[in-house]
């Protein structure tokens, strides 16, 4: 008996329903939602992309599409018919195949009994059929030879001889080879050379040729980004978003799994931050009834000296914390259409006279700039926040230079510029890594929530600086055609 691949599914047409669709799925562990109203969507024939961070939801959405995990809430349609799959060989009669992170191998049994493993060949009639270990090893060898897998041993081996690498490249083989219109990879390239890599990803492309669907799971964009048709992003659970390959790019699909990491970083340093800001109160409150009603006559004078002291590095802390947790909290953009110049007259407006003199500003800033879309609060606090530095790190009488104009790509910059002491190449370096700061008094966040909100408006900013001869921060913003 010659055992063949079950003829594969036909590519969706405009008209024909997605193979897989999960529409709100929740997956609950006791109290804990580890998949929150997620969506996924594959076509016949696609290769999707299912990216995020380690605690993501990827496994566990896929674990739920097989039957291996209960969905609390949602629904979820295969081939336009609404069901919930009970396990993982009910997926299969569907077509579907997963090779696990876990492997999913029995030790105890040969290589070719793991191939076929749910889809052994019988022989003999009935009612006395018989596994045939000679011909799943026969047949388990044949496909690991038509796939270029030299490197695994004999079939008949038992997989408790295998290395990490070869046991992976088994449950992939596996998976590929018997998946009818759906194979689900979860973290597929963990323990792969690059060659093996290269394998992979070359039967992935054979199994969108004949027409099955792939979803290949991984932390890592560029991995999966060139045979991708599309990218679904999850996030704490939660579907971020979905785009076709040729809408983005393996930068943007970096920079946005590498943001959603530093949100989850805040927000549990939002949390420690939060712990501490109230004792810091309570101390610094504490300190100030101390100085202000208790009397004291013996050495009055040094005992107000080390409670100011005290006072004065708790209002730093409080400062810190405060600004860390304006950093943390997350808000989305409210975009609209803005003047470049108006916004830069507006911000300085809004400059007092004891931060920095009027006088020392001198405003290079053409009228006719084109209109950028921005969120316009955000956007001049960065212009405060930069002025007012440029006037702190001048001398009294030194100028502050705003400027702005369009460059040679289209974009619109802003330079704000001083003529300080400048800065050395590691401070350079650091200057918009959060909690760096050059002051001694008052550091926060400044430079990097600037940073931060630059680069939300799909901007750059960047220092230039050297010792003794000032510092110019220079920003630069798309403009978008109306």
Known sequence: MSVQPTPAGVPATQNQAPLVEMRGVTVTFKRVVAVNRAELTVGAGEVIGLLGNSGAGKTTLIKALVGLLPISEGEVRINGRAMW?????????????????????????????????????????????????????????????????????????????????????????????????????????????????????????????????????????????NIADRFVVLDRGRTLMSVPHEQTSLKEMEKLLISSRFTMVQEMAAA???????????????????????EVTDRREHYDRLLNMIIDELCTLETLITNYLDFARQRNLRRERVALSALIQDAVAQLSEQSVDPARLILEVPEELPEVTIDKDLMEQVVLNLVSNAAEASGEEQPVVISAGKNGTGNTWVAVQDFGCGMDERTRKMIFNPFFSTKTRGTGLGLSIVHRIVEQHGGTIEVVSELNQGTTFIISLPVEEE
């Open 272 to 294: 420690v931050a939060h712990q501490f800001r109230n004792p810091l109160g309570i101390m610094r409150v504490s300190a100030e009834m101390l100085r202000d009603d208790f």
């Open 85 to 225: 799959l009970s396990s993982p060989q009910e997926a299969r009669t569907y077509g579907i195949e997963t090779a696990y992170q876990d492997l999913a191998l029995l030790e105890d049994l040969s290589i070719a009994r793991n191939f076929f493993l749910g889809h052994e060949p019988l022989t003999g009639r009935r009612p006395f059929r018989r596994l045939s270990h000679r011909q799943m090893v026969r047949h388990a060898q044949e496909v690991f030879d038509v796939m270029g897998m030299s490197e695994m041993p004999a079939a008949s081996r038992l997989v408790a001889e295998l290395s990490g690498g070869q046991r992976q490249l088994l449950a992939l083989a596996r998976a590929l080879y018997f998946g009818r219109q759906l194979v689900l990879l979860d973290e597929p390239t963990a323990a792969l050379s690059d060659n093996q890599i290269e394998m992979v990803l070359g039967q992935i492309e054979q199994a969108r040729a004949r027409g099955t669907a792939v979803v290949f799971v991984t932390h890592k964009a560029h991995e999966v980004f």
